[in-house]
């Protein structure tokens, strides 16, 4: 069982940088695939980064390559999302999740554990 605690949204202007954090607590967070996602008004809850529970392997979604980086620290049993070069249309509610994994990248329903979200707005 894992729980997760998203923080960092907010408000920023195009072109800005935001560092989206999930910090996990429960059983065996190491061991997890892990999993941010967005969904913005309107539109389907898509994937948009995931990492390996090495970190070894990295996931994103094209229209964020070059300029988000997921990563994590599992002595500290968070993933972090930085998010440079911020868009309009970057503006969703943010969602970590966790699950254990077979496939690469893991589709929404091998995810087990999620977040509460947290808001990210970008004005132009």
């Known amino acids: 069982q894992v729980q997760l605690v998203e923080s960092g949204g907010g408000l920023v202007q195009a072109g800005g940088s935001l560092r989206l954090s999930c910090a996990a607590s429960?059983?065996?967070?190491?061991?997890?695939?892990m999993g941010w996602f967005r969904q913005a008004p309107g539109k389907e809850r898509e994937l948009v980064a995931a990492?390996?529970?090495?970190?070894?392997?990295?996931y994103y979604e094209d229209s964020v390559k070059g300029r988000f980086t997921i990563s994590r620290d599992n002595a500290k049993n968070t993933v972090y999302l930085q998010m440079n070069s911020l868009k309009p249309e970057d503006t969703a509610v943010y969602y970590c999740?966790?699950?254990?994994?077979?496939?690469?990248?893991?589709?929404?329903?091998?995810?087990?554990?999620w977040g509460q979200g947290t808001q990210v707005t970008v004005s132009s």
């Open positions: 990492i390996s529970w090495s970190g070894g392997d990295r």
């Open positions: 429960g059983r065996t967070f190491s061991t997890y695939t």
């Open positions: 999740a966790a699950g254990w994994a077979r496939n690469w990248p893991p589709p929404e329903y091998e995810y087990d554990y």
